[in-house]
Every structure is written in structure tokens, then in C-alpha cells.
């Protein structure tokens, strides 16, 4: 063991310490300040395997010889000829070029919406904006596939999203404090492995354990018993999918009627209170919102229902929702009437009170968060203001020229020629997979920078080859972690790959603006002046000592300063007109004078519930189930999908469906068997696993597996449930995704079918010519 070499790293997952032996990776070790570390950590393994890497510049065979003709016919069935990394970075700069000059500056998507590394360095969308903003600017995305309709509503009705960002209360006061925590959605290590610019911490088992110590009351409002561990001893409430809002604004109604609700609160904190108290006495409407409303569309027990309510108002209540609440259609409504609920109950601004958003949704949202300096790259100045919001790209692609609306705007879909996509894959996160597939068809070049030959690599005209981050080096940190971490190198580039910060800037020098990308500093020149950046923030404004660079980097890692036991709004609960909000009142928003006059049939002037377009009260109950796309306990979206952790968690070499014995019976459906799901948006086979974890009436598969349509009719043999889902926007006012709002059907799969990930390898070869 005298030549193992210890690297210190840090990916999504959290940081750890890769055991090199030449230039292998033979073991990884759990960051040493990581109370609770991802068992994913051991799959970065996978990063090495050159398998499914793109092993050097490539281009389509059908776009090199016709490109002048825009020939997209090809994209996803031709080969690929290799190129020379000279030769590629030609032929990009000169269509960056070619089309800014043709058609302007707007016709350029910078998409690269992804989560290729958690490097802040070489942060691929970061680097790749730098590099289009030198030239003319592009048409980028607001918000996230993640969350959008729930920050959107939140920076109008609490003038600010932090609340779902990681600053509402965090679980360090909640763990305290809190007598009843109603969790709606989820509050899983599950998610919470994950973070976006890295963690050093997993803290969330240690906060559930001390409510465990203190006995405090959890009901775990959710269509899955597993969304809260075992461990926690919870009520266990199986609510239809999509439905929380109705609970939510029953709950409400149910204080209301009992004239428990916090009038001085309403009146002294919220605008628009009376608009809201007269939804859910039913004078607007002629119908109360009660315990018994709430239950006939939620599916709930009706008295269950009044009792919580009159134990929210008699006790210290804690509201928790989760982001994927508002992944679905009018998805901004639970965050809504989640904030209607607490102001109703009265306990926003107190100690283990109120509303939050998002809790362990990542792995830092709710732990300590940072109030320092966050380490990161700058896009520099925003030369163009043309963007999307992130989930409309097939809207965008499909019908460009035609109008739609966000955060009450009008704004026009631009005609795109070019879409660079830099670290990421929008065939496994976008909804409507089939549909996206039209769209794709429609810009003259499209350019994938990637390690992987993922499926939107294959839909690519060129793609370039980047390094993952353990072939160079960088630093991970962000507001939800109480760390920066040192990334050293730990292996040589697979291939011809070369680091996403190499690529842009050999780009820039093809485009005449390396110096002005570069600004004279290389790879660790630039690491170095990131970290004193923050170090010199986090001195100068908060008198916190953060080592010097060269023993961050040489020790892995340097604590950065963070704010515990945080209640959120408590200074604005004790005096609203010293600490107005940014809203349109300067108070919490529960009646919308802005959405009253905008009218939207989707996004009503207060907190209401919305049938969405597909649920369980609109549908056959025989023959049609609910399905929710969750996050994958063994991965991130479609990273590290051959890791160990992924494969373990798959059988038959595809994705798990979770479905209910009561279910299984009905459509004759085995442990282990193939079954067929499908809808008139597509169709995708799974593996069963029968289990009672999921309500009756719901079946669950994960997201992430890579894409794998056959010839059979489109049929997707990975288990890929974007093929299913609903590709409409959660409303005119958010314009977020909607992916768990989507019915589909199931049945048993009879014929032979491929493993997925032989299939998939065996077409990446023919496409590379091995």
C-alpha cells in the first residue's frame, strides 16, 4: 500500500478521499466531517471506465458532409467521424459565428442545464455563458427542472424564494422546537444525498433523530410510506398524488371554522387576507373548504383531518414541502397554500413554526447555510436579455415566434439555430421524451460537450469531450454547505478529453476573446483567486479566519462561516413595517391584487385547488393508475447510471417499478416481472417490485435511466418514465415542469426483450465505428 496515493475530492454526493494506485482508482474513503456519507460515493469509480466516455471530438457523418443544407434528418441514427480537437473547435467557433451573424445573437441556446460536476470552476453552463457573453450574448433559462413554479409564486407572495432556497427555519431549531411536523411530499436521506455544489456534511439523520428523542408528532402526508425512514415512527397519511393543496386549504378552513385562526396575524402580516377567508368560507365560491371537502379529494379520513387541525393551532407546528410538490400541474398552489395554512395557524416567525420549502430535496436545504462568499466563476456581463423558462424547450424548439406568458410578461419563444449544451442531459430530465424528439429536429447545428456519450450526445451534430472532475482539479462549495472542498486530480484524462475550462477557452482564442476569458490566470491561477475571493468575504465582512490557499488545499477542505438555529421572518412577525417584505403589499401575500388582474384560469388571485390535467379523480380507476417519477436512491438523475449503486438498485438490467399488491393482483402483475407502462405519450417495460410502501393506485419509477427507445413501436427498454410524463407548464404564471402529473397504464410484458445497457453499448459502438 506504499504507493496508494490519497486525493482528496468532492462530487454531488459529498466529499471523500480517492485511493489511487498508479493511475486506477482502488477504493474511496468517506470525507472524515461526514456524519451520515452517500454509499454513492463508490461509484465514482465508474467515471473511469471508458466504455460509454466520449473518447475524442467527434461529428456527425451526415452534418460534415450536408451542412450546408441543415440536414438534421440523421441525428440519433448516423455515425460519428472522428475529428481533431483543432478541427472541432473550427467548426464550432465558426457556427457560433455564422449564426449570431445570420440570424443574431438570440438564436444561440446556451441549454446546458445539468449537474455534469460540482466543480465551481470548471462549472460547464458557468463557462459557457462566460465564453457566449464575450460574443454577443445567447438565450438561456430561468429556474430549474428541480423547482420553478414554486419560487416564482414564493417572489411574489413572500418577495423573495430563499424560503424554498435553504433560509427558511432550519432543521436545527426545528429538531428543537417543533411539537407537530406535518411533512408534505417528503423528508428522506433519499434526495438528500445530493447537493449542487458539493457537501461536506449529511446532516438530516441526526436532526430526525433528535425528533425522535423529543417524541415530536410526524405525519408524513405522501403516496409513499419510504419518503420518511422507517426509523421515525410516523403517521403515515397516503394521499392522492397532487391533491396536497385540497388538504392544505382544507386544513385552513377547518381552523377557520373553528374561529382559531390568528386574525391579528392576518390582519398585522398578510395582505389580502380577506380574499383568501372568504375561499375558504365559501362566500366567493358557495362552497366551504373543510375537513370534509379535503377528504373527498384527497382520499383522507375526514375526521383525521379536523383533529390535525385543531392540534396545528394548540401546538408548536412546523409545515414542511417539498419540491416536488410543485412539479406538476398548477405545481405553485401547495407552496401557496402551504404559506396560507401557516399564516391561518399563525406560527410563521416563531421557532420551529411556520412553512419551509424543500427540505433535504438536497442535502443542504434546511442545515446551517452559508453566510459567506460562496465560491464560483462569473458568466460575466449578460450581453442579451433573451431567455426561456428552462422546462419550455420543446415549446421553444417547436414553435418559435410564438408568444407565451411568465411572471405575468408576455414574451416571445425565440427562432433557435443553435443549441450548445454543455454538461448535461435533457433526454433523461425533460418531460414528453418523444416530443422533445420532434423538437430536436429543428436547429441547423446542435453541440454536446460531455464525458459521457449520453442519449443527447448521440442527438448530436458535434460533440466535444470533456474530463470528469477526477481527471482535474477544482473546488466544490455553496450556500447550503458549511464547507469549501479541494477537488485535486486524481487520474490522467480518459481519451483525447480535456477539461471543460480547456475547451472554452481554446474556443475563446478560435472567437478572439481568450484573454478577456482567461484573464491571464490558468487552472489553479483560477482556483486560487476563487477561494481568496470568499476567503477575503468571509474576513473582511464577518471577521471569520479561513486557512490560507495552500492549506485548503493541501488539508481538503476549509469551514466557512454559517447561520444555525435560523427562524424565518421572525424579525418581520415583530415588526412587518421596520423589516417590509418584497412583495407588492410589503407583507405576505395571500390575496393577489397583480394575479386579480391578470385573470389566469390556471393561477387564481389567492391559494386555490385546480384539478390538474391527469389525477385519480378524473380517470378510470380500473384500469389507469397514477405514476410518480421520483428521484433514484442509487444515483443523480442519469450520473454514474452503470455505477455499482445504480445497478444494484435494478433488475433485469432496468429500472424498478414500485407497485401495490392490490394493484399487482388486479392486472396480474409478478415480483420481477416485466411489465409494459404506457399512455398516449409513449410507452417504456420496468421490472415489478410488488410492495405496499405506495398507495393503491400508484406506481413509482425512479428517473435517470438512460434513454433506450427500440424499434418496436418506440418501445423504451431502460424504464426511462420521461417517455410518460405530461410536457405542459404548471401554469401561465410559472411555466414550470409537470412531470408528476401524468396516468398511465400497465400491464405484463410478453416477448423477449434486451438487458438495456448491453443494448445501449452495442448501439454506441455501431454509432463510433468500434
Not at 395554512?341 to 411556520?354: E, F, K, S, W
Not at 418531460?431 to 464525458?451: A, H, K
Amino acid at each position: 500500500m506504499a504507493d496508494i496515493k490519497r486525493i482528496p475530492h468532492c462530487s454531488h454526493w459529498g466529499a471523500y478521499t480517492l485511493l489511487v494506485d498508479g493511475n486506477e482508482i482502488v477504493a474511496v474513503e468517506p470525507f472524515q466531517h461526514d456524519p451520515s456519507p452517500s454509499p454513492i460515493i463508490h461509484s465514482v469509480k465508474e467515471w473511469a471506465n471508458p466504455e460509454r466516455r466520449v473518447l475524442r471530438p467527434m461529428v456527425r457523418s451526415g452534418w460534415l458532409e450536408k451542412r450546408e443544407k441543415s440536414d438534421t434528418s440523421g441525428r440519433g441514427s448516423e455515425t460519428f467521424v472522428p475529428v481533431s480537437w483543432d478541427e472541432a473547435l473550427d467548426l464550432v467557433a465558426g457556427e457560433i459565428t455564422r449564426v449570431s451573424r445570420t440570424y443574431g445573437n438570440e438564436a444561440l441556446f446556451a441549454g446546458s442545464y445539468g449537474w455534469t460536476s460540482c466543480g465551481r470552476f470548471h462549472h460547464a453552463s458557468t463557462l459557457l455563458k462566460r465564453t457566449l457573453n464575450m460574443v454577443g450574448g445567447f438565450t438561456g433559462h430561468v429556474d430549474t427542472y428541480s423547482i420553478a413554479a414554486g419560487p416564482v409564486i414564493l417572489r411574489h407572495t413572500l418577495g423573495s424564494d430563499v424560503a424554498c432556497g435553504g433560509q427558511a427555519n432550519t432543521l436545527d431549531g426545528i429538531s428543537e422546537n417543533t411539537e407537530t411536523l406535518i411533512i408534505f411530499g417528503s423528508l428522506s436521506p433519499r434526495t438528500a444525498q445530493s447537493e449542487a455544489g458539493g457537501l461536506g456534511a449529511h446532516r438530516l439523520e441526526g436532526y430526525l433523530k433528535r425528533m425522535a428523542e423529543r417524541n415530536v408528532r410526524v405525519i408524513l402526508v405522501s403516496p409513499l410510506k419510504d419518503d420518511l425512514p422507517d426509523w421515525i415512527d410516523a403517521e403515515w397519511w397516503p394521499i392522492r398524488p397532487n391533491t396536497d393543496t385540497a388538504l392544505m386549504l382544507g386544513l385552513a378552513g377547518e381552523i377557520v371554522k373553528a374561529d382559531a385562526h390568528d386574525a391579528e396575524f392576518l390582519e398585522r402580516c398578510c395582505s389580502g387576507s380577506d380574499t383568501f377567508l372568504d375561499y375558504l368560507t365559501g362566500k366567493s365560491d358557495g362552497e366551504r373548504k373543510d375537513a370534509a371537502w379535503a377528504a373527498a379529494i384527497t382520499g383522507l379520513d375526514r375526521d383525521k383531518i379536523a383533529d390535525l387541525a385543531k392540534v396545528m393551532v394548540k401546538t408548536r407546528s412546523m409545515i414542511t414541502v417539498s419540491w416536488s410538490l410543485q412539479r406538476a400541474h398548477h405545481g405553485e398552489q401547495p407552496f401557496w397554500a402551504g404559506l396560507g395554512l401557516a399564516a391561518v395557524a399563525g406560527q410563521i416567525g416563531l421557532p420551529g413554526g411556520g412553512v419551509g420549502y424543500g427540505y433535504a430535496s438536497l442535502g443542504g436545504v434546511g442545515a446551517p447555510f452559508g453566510i459567506g462568499k460562496s465560491p464560483a466563476m462569473s458568466v460575466g456581463r449578460k450581453a442579451i436579455d433573451s431567455f426561456i423558462p428552462v422546462a419550455r424547450i420543446t415549446d421553444m424548439l417547436l414553435y418559435p415566434g410564438k408568444g407565451y406568458t411568465y411572471e405575468g410578461k408576455e414574451r416571445t419563444y425565440p427562432d433557435v439555430k443553435l443549441v450548445y449544451w454543455a454538461g448535461g442531459n435533457p433526454f433523461h430530465h425533460h418531460q414528453d421524451l418523444n416530443r422533445l424528439m420532434q423538437g430536436w429536429q429543428s436547429p441547423e447545428t446542435i453541440i454536446v460537450q460531455d464525458p459521457m456519450f449520453t442519449p443527447t450526445a448521440r442527438r448530436a451534430d458535434i460533440i466535444l469531450p470533456a474530463s470528469t472532475s477526477i481527471e482535474r482539479n477544482d473546488l466544490a462549495g455553496n450556500k447550503r454547505s458549511d464547507f469549501i472542498l479541494a477537488m485535486h486530480k486524481a487520474i490522467s484524462p480518459i481519451g483525447a478529453a480535456r477539461s471543460d475550462f480547456d475547451i472554452f477557452n481554446g474556443l475563446a482564442e478560435k472567437l478572439g476573446v481568450a484573454d478577456a476569458f482567461n484573464e491571464g490566470r490558468d487552472e489553479m491561477g483560477w482556483i486560487r483567486h476563487v477561494y481568496d475571493l470568499s476567503r477575503k468575504d468571509a474576513k473582511d465582512r464577518l471577521d471569520f479566519d479561513m486557512p490560507d490557499f495552500e492549506t485548503f488545499w493541501e488539508q481538503g477542505y476549509a469551514r466557512v462561516p454559517v447561520k444555525e438555529n435560523h427562524t424565518y421572518l421572525a424579525e418581520y412577525r415583530v415588526n412587518p413595517e421596520a423589516h417590509p417584505l418584497a412583495t407588492e403589499s410589503g407583507r405576505i401575500v395571500l390575496g393577489s391584487r397583480m394575479l386579480e388582474k391578470l385573470d389566469y384560469d390556471d393561477c387564481r388571485s389567492h391559494p386555490a385547488w385546480i384539478e390538474p390535467a391527469e389525477w385519480l379523480g378524473s380517470v378510470d380507476p380500473e384500469n389507469q393508475l397514477h405514476l410518480i417519477s421520483h428521484q433514484p436512491a442509487g444515483r443523480l438523475h442519469s450520473q454514474l447510471e452503470t455505477g455499482s449503486e445504480s445497478r444494484r438498485l435494478k433488475k433485469n438490467g432496468r429500472e424498478v417499478v414500485r407497485v401495490n399488491p392490490q394493484d399487482a393482483a388486479r392486472f396480474g402483475i409478478g415480483q420481477d416481472q416485466t411489465v409494459r407502462l404506457w399512455n398516449e405519450r409513449g410507452q417504456c417495460l420496468a421490472t415489478a417490485d410488488v410492495a405496499d410502501s405506495v398507495r393503491p393506485g400508484v406506481v413509482v419509477l425512479p428517473t435517470g435511466a438512460w434513454f433506450t427507445p427500440t424499434g418496436n413501436n418506440g418501445l423504451e427498454i431502460s424504464g426511462n418514465p420521461n417517455v410518460l410524463t405530461l410536457d405542459v407548464p404548471t401554469s401561465k404564471f410559472g411555466q414550470g415542469c409537470s412531470a408528476h402529473t401524468c396516468i398511465v397504464s400497465i400491464e405484463p410484458y410478453v416477448g423477449e426483450v434486451p438487458d438495456a445497457i448491453t443494448h445501449y453499448q452495442q448501439a454506441l459502438s455501431v454509432a463510433v465505428g468500434n
